[in-house]
């Protein structure tokens, strides 16, 4: 089978590229307005896009109604935002501020996180995820027409907590971190639990 993207649906076009490409890490994206006012929100389009000079980025939609959401307009206005890391034992907490809030309600408060003051942008972490990065902006790109526009955030990490016990001879230990990723389908998410290793070949 093959199939043109073009004539997809918004719909099916979602279903066929988040079923395609999995697992998809999931990272709660904190911002913070211009008067001060907290948002977080969940994102699983979110990537590694270089380790040194070490860049992240994301990709986030318009709201139902074409309108940008509050996580694309304070990143716009304040150029910086955090990354919180998901695992298993944060879930839960997660699915739940995927919800679509009203205007001034915390999803901290709403999925009983703890909010954390970062050392370098004013965005709040997420006390419990074992890891977290403080990003600045760098960049947003701008793909599609109305309504069908989709952007991808662009960061700086400038900070990294990692969770003392996960830090291991200079990397993070999988076993412990015990990450989730979100696959295609509907509400479908996976554990990191079933690990295996590859050693890689000697040069030919």
Same mark, same amino acid.
């Given at each position: 089978m093959k199939i043109d993207p073009q004539t997809l649906s918004n719909r099916n076009a979602h279903h066929l590229f *988040?079923? *395609?490409? *999995?697992p998809r890490p999931i990272a709660w994206v904190s911002t913070v307005d211009k008067l001060g006012r907290n948002n977080l929100a969940p994102f699983s389009t979110y990537t590694l896009m270089s380790s040194k000079p070490a860049v992240l980025g994301f990709g986030i939609g318009n709201t139902r109604e074409g309108k940008k959401k509050d996580t694309l307009r304070n990143i716009e206005d304040t150029k910086e935002f955090a990354v919180s890391l998901v695992n298993e034992d944060l879930a839960e907490a997660m699915n739940l501020t995927s919800t679509d809030?009203?205007?001034g309600v915390s999803e901290f408060e709403k999925a009983n996180l703890r909010a954390e003051k970062a050392d370098l942008v004013k965005a709040l972490l997420v006390a419990e995820s074992p890891v977290k990065m403080e990003c600045r902006l760098l960049? $947003? @790109?701008k793909f599609g027409k109305l309504p069908d526009v989709r952007f991808f955030v662009v960061g700086e990490i400038l900070c990294v907590h990692v969770r003392d016990d996960l830090y291991v001879d200079g990397m $993070? +230990?999988?076993y412990k971190l015990k990450a989730v990723g979100r696959l295609g389908?509907? +509400?479908l998410y996976c554990r990191t639990r079933d690990i295996f290793? @590859?050693?890689r070949p000697d040069k030919v």
């Amino acid at each position: 089978m093959k199939i043109d993207p073009q004539t997809l649906s918004n719909r099916n076009a979602h279903h066929l590229f *988040a079923g *395609a490409i *999995a697992p998809r890490p999931i990272a709660w994206v904190s911002t913070v307005d211009k008067l001060g006012r907290n948002n977080l929100a969940p994102f699983s389009t979110y990537t590694l896009m270089s380790s040194k000079p070490a860049v992240l980025g994301f990709g986030i939609g318009n709201t139902r109604e074409g309108k940008k959401k509050d996580t694309l307009r304070n990143i716009e206005d304040t150029k910086e935002f955090a990354v919180s890391l998901v695992n298993e034992d944060l879930a839960e907490a997660m699915n739940l501020t995927s919800t679509d809030f009203p205007w001034g309600v915390s999803e901290f408060e709403k999925a009983n996180l703890r909010a954390e003051k970062a050392d370098l942008v004013k965005a709040l972490l997420v006390a419990e995820s074992p890891v977290k990065m403080e990003c600045r902006l760098l960049k $947003i @790109l701008k793909f599609g027409k109305l309504p069908d526009v989709r952007f991808f955030v662009v960061g700086e990490i400038l900070c990294v907590h990692v969770r003392d016990d996960l830090y291991v001879d200079g990397m $993070i +230990d999988p076993y412990k971190l015990k990450a989730v990723g979100r696959l295609g389908g509907t +509400d479908l998410y996976c554990r990191t639990r079933d690990i295996f290793e @590859l050693k890689r070949p000697d040069k030919v």
